[in-house]
Protein backbone atom coordinates (compact mmCIF):
# COMPACT_ATOMS: atom_id res chain seq x y z
CA UNK A 1 0.00 0.00 0.00
CA UNK A 2 1.39 3.72 -0.23
CA UNK A 3 1.41 5.18 2.94
CA UNK A 4 -0.31 8.26 3.38
CA UNK A 5 2.22 9.65 5.96
CA UNK A 6 5.48 9.68 5.61
CA UNK A 7 8.01 7.69 8.16
CA UNK A 8 11.28 9.31 9.53
CA UNK A 9 14.42 8.20 8.39
CA UNK A 10 15.46 5.93 11.25
CA UNK A 11 12.11 4.38 10.96
CA UNK A 12 12.35 3.46 7.01
CA UNK A 13 15.96 2.56 7.36
CA UNK A 14 15.34 0.00 10.28
CA UNK A 15 12.58 -1.72 7.81
CA UNK A 16 15.32 -1.92 5.25
CA UNK A 17 17.63 -3.83 7.15
CA UNK A 18 15.11 -6.18 8.83
CA UNK A 19 13.66 -6.70 5.53
CA UNK A 20 17.31 -7.24 3.89
CA UNK A 21 18.54 -9.74 6.35
CA UNK A 22 17.82 -12.55 4.14
CA UNK A 23 20.09 -11.51 1.87
CA UNK A 24 23.17 -12.59 0.94
CA UNK A 25 26.14 -10.14 0.86
CA UNK A 26 29.18 -10.57 -1.62
CA UNK A 27 31.18 -9.16 1.74
CA UNK A 28 30.30 -12.71 4.05
CA UNK A 29 31.88 -14.91 1.23
CA UNK A 30 29.25 -16.81 0.76
CA UNK A 31 28.00 -15.87 -2.70
CA UNK A 32 30.32 -18.14 -4.84
CA UNK A 33 28.43 -18.15 -8.11
CA UNK A 34 27.49 -14.64 -9.07
CA UNK A 35 29.87 -12.73 -11.37
CA UNK A 36 29.28 -9.85 -9.45
CA UNK A 37 31.25 -8.90 -6.25
CA UNK A 38 31.60 -6.27 -3.65
CA UNK A 39 32.12 -3.14 -5.11
CA UNK A 40 35.75 -1.36 -5.17
CA UNK A 41 35.45 1.36 -2.01
CA UNK A 42 36.59 3.82 -4.05
CA UNK A 43 34.49 3.12 -6.91
CA UNK A 44 31.54 3.71 -4.11
CA UNK A 45 32.96 7.20 -3.46
CA UNK A 46 32.79 8.39 -6.77
CA UNK A 47 29.35 7.13 -7.51
CA UNK A 48 27.82 8.94 -4.15
CA UNK A 49 29.74 11.84 -5.36
CA UNK A 50 28.41 12.32 -8.68
CA UNK A 51 25.14 10.42 -8.24
CA UNK A 52 23.30 13.10 -9.99
CA UNK A 53 24.88 12.94 -13.43
CA UNK A 54 22.87 11.46 -16.42
CA UNK A 55 24.08 10.53 -19.70
CA UNK A 56 20.73 10.52 -21.34
CA UNK A 57 20.94 14.15 -21.46
CA UNK A 58 24.49 15.01 -22.03
CA UNK A 59 24.32 18.39 -23.15
CA UNK A 60 23.44 19.36 -19.28
CA UNK A 61 27.07 17.18 -18.04
CA UNK A 62 29.29 17.67 -20.67
CA UNK A 63 32.18 16.65 -18.58
CA UNK A 64 30.87 13.49 -17.91
CA UNK A 65 30.15 13.04 -21.41
CA UNK A 66 34.01 13.24 -22.19
CA UNK A 67 35.03 10.90 -19.75
CA UNK A 68 32.70 8.56 -20.22
CA UNK A 69 33.92 8.95 -23.75
CA UNK A 70 37.34 8.75 -22.25
CA UNK A 71 36.53 5.31 -20.23
CA UNK A 72 35.57 3.85 -24.08
CA UNK A 73 38.93 4.85 -25.39
CA UNK A 74 40.92 3.16 -22.97
CA UNK A 75 39.15 -0.26 -22.67
CA UNK A 76 39.35 -0.03 -26.63
CA UNK A 77 43.15 0.28 -25.60
CA UNK A 78 43.11 -2.71 -23.63
CA UNK A 79 40.91 -4.82 -26.05
CA UNK A 80 43.53 -3.38 -29.10
CA UNK A 81 41.73 -0.72 -30.99
CA UNK A 82 43.37 2.89 -30.93
CA UNK A 83 40.20 4.30 -31.35
CA UNK A 84 36.54 2.37 -30.69
CA UNK A 85 33.04 3.47 -30.76
CA UNK A 86 30.46 2.96 -28.02
CA UNK A 87 28.89 3.12 -24.34
CA UNK A 88 28.90 2.02 -21.11
CA UNK A 89 25.53 0.58 -20.72
CA UNK A 90 23.57 -1.00 -18.38
CA UNK A 91 25.17 -4.46 -18.65
CA UNK A 92 25.89 -7.60 -20.96
CA UNK A 93 22.89 -7.78 -22.08
CA UNK A 94 22.17 -4.43 -23.13
CA UNK A 95 25.35 -4.41 -24.99
CA UNK A 96 24.57 -7.58 -26.98
CA UNK A 97 21.78 -6.61 -27.90
CA UNK A 98 23.13 -3.44 -29.15
CA UNK A 99 25.76 -5.17 -31.17
CA UNK A 100 22.75 -7.67 -32.73
CA UNK A 101 21.10 -4.07 -33.29
CA UNK A 102 23.79 -2.94 -35.36
CA UNK A 103 24.46 -5.56 -37.37
CA UNK A 104 20.67 -6.41 -38.13
CA UNK A 105 20.53 -2.47 -39.03
CA UNK A 106 23.73 -2.76 -41.42
CA UNK A 107 22.39 -6.34 -43.17
CA UNK A 108 19.29 -5.05 -45.01
CA UNK A 109 18.19 -8.61 -45.02
CA UNK A 110 14.08 -9.80 -45.03
CA UNK A 111 14.67 -12.84 -42.38
CA UNK A 112 17.82 -11.83 -40.39
CA UNK A 113 19.69 -15.26 -38.76
CA UNK A 114 22.62 -14.81 -35.84
CA UNK A 115 24.71 -17.65 -35.63
CA UNK A 116 25.76 -18.35 -31.91
CA UNK A 117 26.63 -20.99 -29.72
CA UNK A 118 24.78 -22.94 -27.54
CA UNK A 119 27.13 -21.67 -24.59
CA UNK A 120 25.86 -18.02 -25.58
CA UNK A 121 24.21 -16.24 -22.54
CA UNK A 122 20.35 -15.56 -22.99
CA UNK A 123 20.59 -12.05 -23.36
CA UNK A 124 20.50 -12.97 -26.84
CA UNK A 125 17.10 -14.81 -26.64
CA UNK A 126 16.24 -10.75 -26.01
CA UNK A 127 17.65 -9.78 -28.26
CA UNK A 128 16.11 -12.04 -30.99
CA UNK A 129 12.98 -11.22 -29.97
CA UNK A 130 13.32 -7.54 -29.39
CA UNK A 131 14.90 -7.25 -32.73
CA UNK A 132 12.82 -9.93 -35.28
CA UNK A 133 16.15 -11.95 -35.44
CA UNK A 134 16.04 -15.48 -35.46
CA UNK A 135 18.75 -17.32 -33.72
CA UNK A 136 21.25 -20.30 -35.49
CA UNK A 137 22.94 -22.23 -32.77
CA UNK A 138 26.02 -23.83 -33.35
CA UNK A 139 27.08 -27.29 -31.77
CA UNK A 140 30.19 -26.96 -28.96
CA UNK A 141 33.25 -29.40 -29.09
CA UNK A 142 34.17 -31.99 -26.64
CA UNK A 143 36.10 -29.00 -24.76
CA UNK A 144 32.94 -27.23 -24.81
CA UNK A 145 34.27 -24.07 -27.01
CA UNK A 146 32.30 -23.36 -30.78
CA UNK A 147 32.83 -26.38 -33.34
CA UNK A 148 33.83 -23.53 -36.15
CA UNK A 149 32.90 -25.90 -38.85
CA UNK A 150 29.46 -25.84 -37.83
CA UNK A 151 29.89 -22.03 -37.75
CA UNK A 152 30.94 -22.07 -41.10
CA UNK A 153 27.75 -24.81 -42.52
CA UNK A 154 25.18 -22.39 -40.64
CA UNK A 155 26.15 -19.62 -42.93
CA UNK A 156 23.61 -18.25 -45.12
CA UNK A 157 22.33 -15.22 -47.13
CA UNK A 158 20.29 -14.18 -44.12
CA UNK A 159 23.41 -13.88 -42.36
CA UNK A 160 23.91 -10.90 -40.45
CA UNK A 161 26.75 -11.71 -38.12
CA UNK A 162 28.45 -14.46 -35.97
CA UNK A 163 28.77 -14.17 -32.48
CA UNK A 164 32.31 -16.34 -30.55
CA UNK A 165 32.38 -15.87 -27.00
CA UNK A 166 35.45 -14.91 -24.47
CA UNK A 167 34.66 -16.31 -21.16
CA UNK A 168 31.12 -18.66 -21.23
CA UNK A 169 28.68 -18.06 -18.94
CA UNK A 170 29.25 -21.64 -17.39
CA UNK A 171 32.19 -22.54 -17.46
CA UNK A 172 34.18 -19.68 -18.57
CA UNK A 173 35.32 -20.79 -21.90
CA UNK A 174 37.15 -19.17 -24.74
CA UNK A 175 35.92 -19.73 -28.25
CA UNK A 176 38.47 -19.88 -30.68
CA UNK A 177 37.69 -15.99 -31.57
CA UNK A 178 40.96 -16.40 -34.42
CA UNK A 179 39.07 -18.91 -36.45
CA UNK A 180 35.47 -17.19 -35.72
CA UNK A 181 37.40 -14.33 -37.34
CA UNK A 182 39.09 -15.91 -40.48
CA UNK A 183 35.48 -16.98 -40.83
CA UNK A 184 33.88 -13.74 -40.82
CA UNK A 185 36.28 -11.95 -43.10
CA UNK A 186 36.44 -14.94 -45.66
CA UNK A 187 32.22 -14.52 -45.93
CA UNK A 188 31.82 -10.93 -44.95
CA UNK A 189 29.89 -10.84 -42.23
CA UNK A 190 30.79 -8.70 -38.17
CA UNK A 191 32.02 -10.69 -35.84
CA UNK A 192 30.97 -10.09 -32.24
CA UNK A 193 32.70 -10.97 -29.12
CA UNK A 194 30.88 -11.36 -25.85
CA UNK A 195 33.46 -10.88 -23.55
CA UNK A 196 31.51 -9.50 -20.58
CA UNK A 197 33.14 -11.50 -18.32
CA UNK A 198 36.79 -12.32 -20.05
CA UNK A 199 37.18 -8.96 -21.31
CA UNK A 200 38.48 -7.78 -17.80
CA UNK A 201 39.97 -10.86 -17.14
CA UNK A 202 41.78 -12.20 -20.14
CA UNK A 203 44.33 -9.35 -21.36
CA UNK A 204 45.80 -9.34 -17.66
CA UNK A 205 45.70 -13.43 -17.58
CA UNK A 206 47.44 -13.71 -20.70
CA UNK A 207 49.99 -11.34 -19.27
CA UNK A 208 50.50 -13.28 -16.69
CA UNK A 209 51.63 -16.23 -18.64
CA UNK A 210 48.20 -18.06 -18.86
CA UNK A 211 47.70 -19.78 -22.02
CA UNK A 212 44.58 -18.13 -23.46
CA UNK A 213 43.33 -17.55 -27.02
CA UNK A 214 43.67 -14.11 -28.77
CA UNK A 215 40.12 -12.75 -28.27
CA UNK A 216 40.16 -9.04 -29.06
CA UNK A 217 40.10 -6.41 -31.66
CA UNK A 218 43.39 -7.47 -32.71
CA UNK A 219 42.04 -9.95 -34.70
CA UNK A 220 40.66 -8.01 -37.89
CA UNK A 221 36.90 -9.75 -37.89
CA UNK A 222 35.80 -8.50 -34.49
CA UNK A 223 33.61 -5.52 -35.31
CA UNK A 224 32.59 -5.09 -31.32
CA UNK A 225 33.10 -6.27 -27.79
CA UNK A 226 31.03 -6.46 -25.16
CA UNK A 227 33.21 -6.19 -21.98
CA UNK A 228 31.52 -5.59 -18.17
CA UNK A 229 33.04 -3.11 -15.75
CA UNK A 230 30.39 -4.30 -12.99
CA UNK A 231 32.22 -7.89 -13.20
CA UNK A 232 35.66 -7.96 -12.75
CA UNK A 233 35.76 -4.45 -13.31
CA UNK A 234 34.39 -4.17 -9.60
CA UNK A 235 32.15 -1.09 -10.56
CA UNK A 236 28.99 -1.30 -8.91
CA UNK A 237 26.28 -2.26 -11.09
CA UNK A 238 25.04 -1.23 -13.38
CA UNK A 239 27.98 -0.90 -15.44
CA UNK A 240 28.12 -2.91 -18.82
CA UNK A 241 30.26 -1.60 -21.81
CA UNK A 242 30.02 -2.21 -25.99
CA UNK A 243 33.03 -1.20 -28.11
CA UNK A 244 32.19 -1.03 -31.66
CA UNK A 245 35.51 -0.80 -34.42
CA UNK A 246 33.94 1.51 -36.81
CA UNK A 247 31.63 4.69 -36.08
CA UNK A 248 28.84 3.17 -38.55
CA UNK A 249 28.03 0.35 -36.25
CA UNK A 250 27.50 3.11 -33.70
CA UNK A 251 25.06 5.32 -36.75
CA UNK A 252 23.49 2.73 -37.63
CA UNK A 253 21.66 2.47 -33.79
CA UNK A 254 21.78 6.07 -32.74
CA UNK A 255 18.33 7.91 -32.66
CA UNK A 256 17.83 11.77 -32.65
CA UNK A 257 16.86 13.07 -29.12
CA UNK A 258 16.01 16.39 -30.15
CA UNK A 259 13.69 18.04 -27.17
CA UNK A 260 16.47 17.17 -24.28
CA UNK A 261 17.34 19.82 -21.60
CA UNK A 262 21.15 20.24 -23.33
CA UNK A 263 20.22 20.17 -26.46
CA UNK A 264 19.66 18.13 -29.28
CA UNK A 265 22.10 14.60 -29.43
CA UNK A 266 22.32 10.64 -31.06
CA UNK A 267 21.05 8.24 -28.83
CA UNK A 268 22.60 4.94 -29.32
CA UNK A 269 21.51 3.43 -25.95
CA UNK A 270 18.25 0.95 -25.16
CA UNK A 271 18.04 3.59 -22.01
CA UNK A 272 17.18 7.01 -22.26
CA UNK A 273 18.30 8.72 -19.01
CA UNK A 274 20.89 6.98 -17.73
CA UNK A 275 23.58 7.09 -14.69
CA UNK A 276 26.60 9.10 -15.36
CA UNK A 277 28.10 8.13 -12.06
CA UNK A 278 28.82 4.89 -12.71
CA UNK A 279 30.38 5.65 -16.06
CA UNK A 280 32.74 8.40 -14.26
CA UNK A 281 33.38 5.15 -12.12
CA UNK A 282 34.48 3.26 -14.78
CA UNK A 283 36.85 5.77 -15.49
CA UNK A 284 38.07 6.55 -11.84
CA UNK A 285 38.81 2.49 -11.61
CA UNK A 286 40.37 1.94 -14.34
CA UNK A 287 43.08 5.12 -13.92
CA UNK A 288 43.11 4.32 -10.18
CA UNK A 289 44.01 0.53 -10.45
CA UNK A 290 46.13 0.66 -13.87
CA UNK A 291 47.04 -2.46 -15.77
CA UNK A 292 48.98 -3.16 -13.10
CA UNK A 293 46.20 -3.17 -10.50
CA UNK A 294 43.87 -5.34 -12.64
CA UNK A 295 46.64 -7.68 -13.17
CA UNK A 296 47.10 -8.48 -9.53
CA UNK A 297 42.84 -8.69 -9.22
CA UNK A 298 42.89 -11.64 -11.87
CA UNK A 299 46.51 -13.10 -10.53
CA UNK A 300 44.47 -13.81 -7.30
CA UNK A 301 41.59 -14.77 -8.99
CA UNK A 302 43.45 -17.60 -11.32
CA UNK A 303 45.76 -19.20 -8.81
CA UNK A 304 42.35 -19.59 -6.40
CA UNK A 305 40.73 -21.50 -9.09
CA UNK A 306 43.63 -23.36 -10.03
CA UNK A 307 44.20 -23.91 -6.68
CA UNK A 308 40.42 -24.91 -5.72
CA UNK A 309 39.84 -27.21 -9.12
CA UNK A 310 42.90 -29.05 -7.63
CA UNK A 311 40.94 -29.74 -4.19
CA UNK A 312 37.90 -30.80 -5.66
CA UNK A 313 39.21 -33.54 -7.47
CA UNK A 314 40.49 -34.89 -4.47
CA UNK A 315 36.64 -35.41 -2.98
CA UNK A 316 35.60 -38.53 -4.72
CA UNK A 317 32.00 -38.40 -6.44
CA UNK A 318 33.04 -34.86 -7.38
CA UNK A 319 34.66 -34.22 -11.11
CA UNK A 320 35.29 -31.24 -12.90
CA UNK A 321 33.71 -30.30 -16.12
CA UNK A 322 36.64 -29.45 -17.54
CA UNK A 323 40.04 -27.88 -16.71
CA UNK A 324 39.78 -24.10 -15.93
CA UNK A 325 40.76 -21.28 -18.24
CA UNK A 326 39.64 -18.27 -16.69
CA UNK A 327 38.57 -17.96 -13.55
CA UNK A 328 35.26 -20.06 -13.06
CA UNK A 329 35.18 -23.85 -11.97
CA UNK A 330 32.27 -26.08 -12.67
CA UNK A 331 31.94 -29.47 -11.43
CA UNK A 332 29.69 -31.69 -11.02
CA UNK A 333 29.08 -34.42 -8.47
CA UNK A 334 26.91 -37.82 -7.60
CA UNK A 335 23.11 -36.78 -6.31
CA UNK A 336 23.99 -32.93 -7.70
CA UNK A 337 20.56 -31.96 -6.68
CA UNK A 338 20.36 -32.93 -3.32
CA UNK A 339 23.83 -31.44 -3.04
CA UNK A 340 22.64 -28.35 -4.22
CA UNK A 341 20.00 -28.06 -1.65
CA UNK A 342 22.15 -29.04 1.19
CA UNK A 343 25.02 -26.70 0.48
CA UNK A 344 21.80 -24.11 -0.22
CA UNK A 345 20.97 -25.10 3.15
CA UNK A 346 24.37 -24.20 4.63
CA UNK A 347 23.62 -20.70 3.59
CA UNK A 348 25.89 -20.73 0.56
CA UNK A 349 25.31 -18.68 -2.99
CA UNK A 350 25.63 -21.39 -5.70
CA UNK A 351 23.30 -23.29 -7.99
CA UNK A 352 22.75 -26.31 -10.10
CA UNK A 353 20.62 -25.45 -13.08
CA UNK A 354 22.83 -26.11 -15.60
CA UNK A 355 23.81 -28.94 -14.58
CA UNK A 356 27.07 -28.36 -12.79
CA UNK A 357 28.07 -26.25 -9.89
CA UNK A 358 29.46 -23.05 -10.97
CA UNK A 359 31.96 -21.16 -9.04
CA UNK A 360 33.54 -17.76 -9.88
CA UNK A 361 36.12 -16.60 -8.53
CA UNK A 362 35.58 -12.75 -7.77
CA UNK A 363 37.29 -10.82 -5.78
CA UNK A 364 35.24 -11.06 -2.85
CA UNK A 365 35.76 -14.83 -2.29
CA UNK A 366 39.04 -15.56 -0.52
CA UNK A 367 40.71 -18.85 -0.05
CA UNK A 368 39.23 -19.45 3.83
CA UNK A 369 35.73 -19.12 2.28
CA UNK A 370 36.51 -22.05 -0.21
CA UNK A 371 37.94 -24.20 2.32
CA UNK A 372 35.16 -23.70 4.09
CA UNK A 373 33.05 -24.60 1.55
CA UNK A 374 35.13 -27.46 0.72
CA UNK A 375 34.68 -28.86 4.33
CA UNK A 376 30.72 -29.00 3.72
CA UNK A 377 31.08 -30.06 -0.10
CA UNK A 378 33.28 -32.90 1.41
CA UNK A 379 30.81 -33.78 4.65
CA UNK A 380 27.49 -33.58 2.46
CA UNK A 381 29.16 -36.01 -0.08
CA UNK A 382 30.29 -38.14 2.53
CA UNK A 383 27.44 -38.77 4.67
C1 LIG B 1 28.94 -14.02 -21.26
C2 LIG B 1 27.87 -13.13 -20.71
N1 LIG B 1 27.25 -12.25 -21.51
C3 LIG B 1 26.29 -11.44 -21.08
C4 LIG B 1 25.87 -11.46 -19.77
C5 LIG B 1 24.76 -10.57 -19.31
O1 LIG B 1 25.25 -9.59 -18.46
P1 LIG B 1 24.28 -8.74 -17.52
O2 LIG B 1 23.70 -9.69 -16.53
O3 LIG B 1 25.20 -7.72 -16.95
O4 LIG B 1 23.24 -8.12 -18.39
C6 LIG B 1 26.48 -12.36 -18.88
C7 LIG B 1 26.04 -12.45 -17.48
O5 LIG B 1 26.38 -13.31 -16.74
C8 LIG B 1 27.49 -13.22 -19.37
O6 LIG B 1 28.08 -14.13 -18.58
Known amino acids: MFPRKGASEEEVLAELEEKTAEDLTFDSGRILGSMCTYPHPFARKVISIYIDRNLGDPGLHIGSQKIEEEAIQMISNLLGLEKGYGNIVSGGTEANILAVRAFRNLADVEKPELILPRSAHFSFLKASEMLGVKLVWTELKEDYSVDVNDVERKITDNTIGIVGIAGTTGLGVVDDISALSDLAIDYGLPLHVDAAFGGFVIPFAKELGYDLPDFDFRLKGVQSITIDPHKMGMVPIPAGGIIFRKKKFLEAISVPAPYLAGGKVWQATITGTRPGANALAVWAMIKHLGFEGYKEVVKRAMELSRWFAGELKKIPGVYLIREPMLNIVSFGTTNLEEVE ?34 RDLQEIITR
Open 341 to 374: EKLKRRGWGISAHRGYIRIVMMPHVRREHLEEFL
